[in-house]
């Protein structure tokens, strides 16, 4: 087992990172920009360094530097959380030349599994369905006509490196087709430096569905359920929950099924996510892997009773999985809202700022994953979540009535929040008894 | 699956010694306040006059209340931050990246620089090694070096003061 | 069902009343002394008063004021939590005859229960074991040493209606015997107007382990397990714990049986809990019910997934127990910690005063029951709790992990607590493998 | 168990004149600070000099930021709390106990007193109904009512000011 892990993260999941490694009896070592530095999370830690200013591109997207804070914290691990480097293959693979372990995948499964195309020749090998599309990139427009001919429009133009939305494109008919497919490509190529595109089937209006994974280094693979995340605006998901509602338990159990078989086809180990797509007439489809802890996570945690965290750190140290699919059992409703430093009224420009009244929601069943409060300064340099609010009940409509009271006791003074919003979302009729899709939330906030 | 829950009865008392070279760097690096605690130990020390508890706002990051550290060395560089009231007065030379501190360029050499010593904007004044790399650091300023302010071998963070220079 | 409730309680209880009440959807009205205005608990509920001034005597414990609160404020059911009126009779008596029903168990039961001798007359009847002593109370002081000689020393004389401790004395020979019986019959006299004592065997070093249970008013009666509070200090649990470590699961069925037993013959109804003393022979007595919500009840809602509050209004809204003994399962540790706002290192003294930093444990597993806040000030006429932390974990030594790590990041300034004293508590060795009994926190601390 | 969930959408925008009448209201009493909220909506007034957040601490209990309420009244008596800043300048005569204030002893009787009234300590001034009790409430002081502060029929808390009155 590791003695001592490096967190290449900040925030949230930081302290989350810190706290599972206190409970395991591992030091930690935690990095932090100048913007970050302070804030009571790195107290917590078993020593700081501070790796450069503000910027993410100057600290925490630096290799070198977290390396470097590695060699002189004299750590076995990097855990590097979600965001900034966690999918970044080759932070991986210097991690590991450097004789530190990298707590996350295999190389070559997060090559593979990061690269659209060749994710979706995985799923295909493993029987996984795929939304209708081209068989791998698309070479030139006339292919693509093609492909559109023979699955049908609306097709989605998508970057093979693409990810939240970039590179992004809805064609309608060949001429739409046409136009979007340079504009896609040449938005990939700048944004990730891969012009490659592939086309699909454009499906309308499907819900979110993703399939928690663990693997461990000696072949075991289970799921941990699923998490709807159909809430979401503009590719950010909002709300998670698990069980996903009103998803037949047959289907439910082929979409875990299916995610199951895709990581083992992918020889991929460590905790994943596959995400999938969920069309009006039950049809579903595999979108992507995300390779990394996701922000979500605790959703799943309420439902299993098993620490996500930890359980990444074990497989990460040679440890077998210490249950079997059979083991896992899934009790009540999990929900979680992301609140974010973000004004709903204001088309939801960031607010940074200090936080100068923080009264938190608590009591049975909820849980409030965060690294602010009373005094703490958002900085603008980041991602504008405060924090987690994730409650736990045995049905999702005392789930609901919880997270509402919940809503009602949150205070956060100083800055803008999602809290209206997420008022305003928790009491909609079509939330409430689920008749909603990836859209809903852009068509009806 | 869990660690076994180790029992912590650490009988020994506060060791003077270590608190009287906390208090020396401290002062040496102008530390207004500490916090150091494990399960077992918390040691606060606030020197000079009350800091109010209440952070202002400012538009990047923090005032900051120097950080705590447990593990040796006793004292986290992280203590020692570059920030107003916690700098050593007048001009430092700061570590422009993490890693080790080196003074010289082999154990055989003589270190780079000394106190005294008058410094161009490039001369070499240590070496930081990071990820097996021997980084040359330049002064990036000219003036005489008036104090080292790290010890060869010692591990730094980014932004650190490094030396105090007088500029000229 | 109720639609509006009063909470004739302040604090920790009256905030997690009025948060139980919103999630059912029920109106809460709240009292409060002039000390606790401002509270932003109460801000949470629908409708606050003033009912007096800041000494309970002359607010909190005044019947007339809180009925005439009830009055005002419409309400259909008062909650007493814990303390205060909750196991006054009389109380519970006169919201009844004014039509508002009082969430607790039936006057009879509350007076029976509530004079130890009468209790032990009915636990007798119900066949669960009591501690030998004289059968009902002792006349005089003749009639003690008999008793005594019967039982052999040592002797506890105990007030019938006493509580925490007070007209108690523990008696080596027949000296201190004839001494102690005058003195604590005085004392009981004094503080409960009851002079009424009686004699039982003094039982040395025991262990004290309390059953949860619930019963409707349809003849239903479940109990939620066991739970261990013999970390105490004065009589004032510390610590609890449930399930009871080192406890021979047939012994722990049988306490749990007789717990219920035991109730079932006093017709008592609402929640409640049977408080045992357990010998190092694994002998067990009866010693008292706790006829009313107890502070240590989140630990039983967190290994059965059951919120006594809510079943607490449901039962007395009249409707049945929504599960039978056999729905009800025990999962994983959980342990509560009393945080206090009183001194270790000055005899723990009191220390009301402004919390002017507040940094809260959180994560997986973590409950922080309080109503306290950064700038909250703790006042000096009630009792000094701060809150209730309590963790969840799959196990026990994950439990004392998590705990650990929580007081590791617990941070309150302002006022003195017992904090530290709970970090020595959680690293001892003896509590750590649970060689502990009611006398090992005065004995080693 | 759990009470199905209900969806809240009302679409009305703010009700000025409600906004009006309770700005007059806060005026008429001297409430420096309302807060109101309910699932959707949340008023915050505030009026007159910004109040410091931080509370000051005091030896009993708390300066008040005065109450929310939701409930119809729409404001609750505890918003117009007899604490320093927001009790209304002058002497006034407080509520002993809470329950129903009435002003006379039956509909049909004048009420005890009127703005105007001069009265002595021993004078019947308002009667309060608690469990039935119809309470005989005396001035306590002398003076002259210069103001009365609740109707009849409201119900009112321990401590609220009911009358203010010029001492003499």
Chains 1, 3 share one sequence.
Not at chain 2, 130 to 140: R, T
Request: hydrophobic share 40%; charged share 25%.
């Amino acid at each position: 087992m590791f003695q001592r892990i490096l967190v290449a993260n900040r925030g949230e999941i930081a302290l989350r990172i810190i706290r599972a490694c206190r409970e395991l009896g591992i030091e930690t070592v935690a990095v932090y920009s100048e913007a970050d530095r302070g804030a009571h999370y790195l107290e917590l830690a078993d020593e700081a360094w501070c790796i450069g200013p503000a910027p993410a591109s100057e600290s925490y997207l630096l290799i070198n530097r977290i390396i470097s804070a590695a060699e002189i914290g004299n750590v076995q691990a990097v855990h590097p959380g979600y965001g900034f480097l966690a999918e970044n293959a080759h932070f991986a693979e210097v991690c590991r030349s450097c004789n530190i372990e990298f707590i996350g995948p295999p190389v070559l499964a997060m090559q593979q599994l990061g690269d659209k195309v060749s994710a979706r020749a995985i799923a295909m090998k493993a029987g996984v369905p795929c939304v209708p599309g081209s068989d791998g990139l698309v070479s030139d427009v006339n292919e693509a006509v093609k492909v559109a001919d023979r699955i049908g429009y609306p097709v989605l133009i998508k970057a093979t490196a693409g990810g939240g939305g970039k590179g992004m494109r809805v064609a309608g008919n060949e001429i739409s087709l046409r136009a979007g497919l340079q504009a896609a490509s040449a938005e990939a190529e700048k944004a990730f430096k891969n012009a490659g595109v592939y086309i699909e089937k454009y499906v309308e209006r499907p819900r979110h569905v993703e399939v928690q994974i663990l693997a461990d280094n000696h072949g075991n693979v289970v799921h941990l359920f699923e998490r709807d995340c159909s809430m979401q605006r503009r590719h950010q998901k909002l709300i998670e929950e698990s069980p996903a509602p009103k998803l037949p338990e047959e289907l439910r159990q082929r979409i875990c099924e299916c995610a199951v078989n895709l990581v083992r086809e992918s020889g991929y180990t460590n905790a994943g996510t596959c995400e999938f797509i969920v069309d009006k007439d039950y049809n579903f489809y595999f979108i992507e892997v995300n390779a990394r802890i996701q922000v979500e996570h605790p959703v799943t945690e309420l439902v299993t009773g098993i620490d996500l965290i930890k359980q990444q750190i074990l497989v990460a140290a040679g440890e077998k999985l210490p249950f079997t699919q059979a083991d896992i059992r899934h009790t009540g409703c999990a929900i979680e809202l992301r609140v974010n430093a973000e004004d709903p009224e204001n088309n939801f420009r960031g607010s940074p700022g200090t936080i100068t009244k923080l009264r938190l929601p608590g009591g049975p069943g909820v849980r409030f994953d965060s690294h602010v409060y009373e005094g703490y300064t958002i900085s603008p340099y980041y991602d504008s979540m405060i924090g987690k609010l994730i409650v736990h009940k045995p049905t999702r409509d005392e789930a609901i009535q919880c997270m509402r009271r919940c809503l009602r006791e949150f205070v956060i003074e100083g800055i803008a929040t999602t809290l209206p919003l997420a008022k305003r979302m928790f009491s909609h009729a079509n939330f409430v008894d689920f008749s909603i899709d990836t859209t809903f939330v852009e068509r009806t906030f | 699956m869990a660690k076994p829950v180790e029992t912590e009865e650490k009988s020994e008392s506060f060791d003077l010694d270590r608190i009287r070279k906390l208090l020396q760097l401290m002062e040496k690096f102008d530390v207004s306040e500490i916090n150091l605690q494990n399960d077992d130990e918390s040691w606060k020390i606030r020197r000079g006059p009350r800091v109010a508890s209440a952070q202002p706002a400012l538009s990047h990051g923090f005032a900051v209340p120097p950080m705590a550290a447990q593990a040796a060395p006793a004292v986290s560089p992280a203590a020692v931050a570059p920030v107003a009231s916690a700098v050593p007065a007048g001009v430092t030379i700061n570590a422009p990246t993490v890693g080790t501190f080196y003074s010289a360029a082999s154990p055989e050499d003589a270190p780079f620089v000394a106190v005294g010593t008058i410094v161009k904007a490039d001369t070499v004044i240590c070496m930081i090694e990071a990820m097996k790399v021997f980084n040359q650091i330049l002064a990036e300023k000219s003036g005489r070096i008036v104090e080292i302010l790290v010890a060869n071998g010692d591990a730094v963070g980014f932004g650190q003061p490094l030396f105090r220079i007088e500029p000229g």
